[in-house]
């Protein structure tokens, strides 16, 4: 098994029965497991046309400073309704459970700039479809999507279409 996968804590029935929730505080906590996610990251997206990265609330805001900060690229955040102080779009969407929403700030992303998006996990899709419109709505180009985790059994990958997906750890549904 993945070193990696190792250091993810399966929480079962969390939030709601039925969902086996992927516990990355634990990657996250340990030294090794951490830096080796982030530089699987740095290599995958070295030599990549980047301008921006944008990391979606919540856990998406761990990884995508780092990888900025490696890549000496700035940040944007999308995050969850009333958050952000300035002019937003918004985005609504379903989730594996439940609907949810994000929003970007107007002036963000540029017409041509080329963002990398960033979360810890790919379920059905539906947060990273609504994080590339956002960009794409900004007149920005979805350089990547990148995530730590990929549910491979929900399909989020199609919800994507042509956008350019990378996840470092794919899981099956019994695992
Ligand atoms: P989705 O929009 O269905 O692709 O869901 C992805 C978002 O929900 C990500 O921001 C994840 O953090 C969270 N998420 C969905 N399912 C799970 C799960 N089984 N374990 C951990 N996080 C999840």
């Known amino acids: 098994m993945d070193v990696l996968k190792q250091k993810i804590r399966n929480v079962p029935d969390f939030p709601i029965p039925g969902i086996n929730f992927k516990d990355v505080t634990t990657l996250f906590k340990d030294p090794t497991a951490f830096r080796t996610a982030v530089d699987r990251f740095v290599t995958e997206y070295t030599d990549r046309s980047i301008d921006l990265v944008a990391g979606i609330e919540a856990r998406g805001f761990i990884l995508a400073p780092v ?31 439940g609907t949810d929403a994000l929003e970007m700030h107007l002036d963000a992303v540029r017409p041509g700039d080329r963002v990398l998006i960033v979360d810890d996990l790919l379920a059905t899709g539906g947060t990273a479809a609504a994080a590339c419109q956002l960009v794409e709505d900004a007149g920005g180009i979805v350089a990547g999507v990148g995530f730590l985790i990929e549910l491979s059994f929900l399909d989020g990958r199609k919800r994507l279409g042509d956008r350019p997906v990378f996840s470092l750890l794919e899981y099956g549904a019994d695992e």
């Not at 700035?74 to 609504?92: D, H, Q, W, Y």
């Open 67 to 97: 990888l900025a900060y490696h890549m000496g690229k700035g940040i944007v955040p999308l995050r969850k309704p009333g958050k952000l102080p300035a002019e937003t779009r918004r985005i609504e969407f379903e989730l594996e459970y």
